[in-house]
């Protein structure tokens, strides 16, 4: 069961990866309460290999972009609100990000 605590009551979280044209590859539930990167990172090995992975600032952790780093993995990933050091993404590239959205519409 994939059902935590969180705010709101009762939640769960569906983590999903997606190929560059925003086709669905993988996906798996997760509790509420579990960070969008911790998801991201559970999703990691069954995506195919890939050159860049854009997502939102949720996905913002030095953690994550080191991990993504040991893979060979680009990160396009804006930084926090207020983050001392924040690292820079590719603004063209990260306008793609719609096609992830759209698996959610």
Do not use: V
């Amino acid at each position: 069961r994939a059902i935590g605590r969180t705010k709101g009551g009762l939640n769960s979280k569906l983590h999903m990866g997606c190929d560059g044209l925003g086709r669905p590859l993988t996906f798996f539930l997760s509790p509420g309460q579990m960070s969008d990167a911790r998801g991201a990172l559970a999703l990691l090995d069954a995506l195919p290999p890939a050159r860049t992975l854009l997502a939102d600032k949720g996905y913002d952790a030095d953690w994550f972009r080191e991990a993504l780093d040991d893979r060979g993995i680009a990160a396009c990933i804006p930084a926090r609100r207020g983050r001392k050091n924040p690292a820079a993404h590719d603004c063209k590239l990260y306008k793609q990000r719609h096609r992830i959205e759209n698996l959610f519409a």
